[in-house]
């Protein structure tokens, strides 16, 4: 069983920059392909960025250039570095894991954290 714990959340102004990190133990073929998710009250939820272990990449197009997944393999902790952030990225943040890169990007990851509350005021 895959556990996984986030650090890095907060309140910030807009136009700032949050780095939320997530470690991860476990079986480590659990988590080949880790990532964010979002979900802000009433919208359903958006999976943000994801990487795998052999550096696969995906962004949502409304991060794109705002933001920066990145993992240390040896640490096993995936970081998401986010820039000029807005009041629309608000949200608690969920850090995910799974074997598998669709499962992860499909929206069913195995593994869940409890979730990090990003908060950004105008």
């Known amino acids: 069983q895959v556990q996984l714990v986030e650090s890095g959340g907060g309140l910030v102004q807009a136009g700032g920059s949050l780095r939320l990190s997530c470690a991860a133990s476990?079986?480590?073929?659990?988590?080949?392909?880790m990532g964010w998710y979002r979900q802000a009250p009433g919208n359903k939820r958006q999976l943000v960025a994801g990487i795998t272990a052999g550096g696969s990449i995906y962004y949502v197009d409304s991060m794109k250039g705002r933001c920066t997944i990145s993992r240390d393999n040896a640490k096993n902790t995936v970081y998401l570095q986010m820039n000029s952030l807005k009041p629309e990225d608000t949200a608690v943040y969920l850090c995910?894991?799974?074997?598998?890169?669709?499962?992860?990007?499909?929206?069913?990851?195995?593994?869940w954290g409890q979730g990090t509350q990003v908060t950004v005021s105008s």
């Open positions: 476990g079986s480590m073929y659990s988590f080949n392909a």
């Open positions: 995910t894991a799974d074997r598998y890169w669709a499962k992860l990007i499909g929206g069913h990851p195995d593994s």
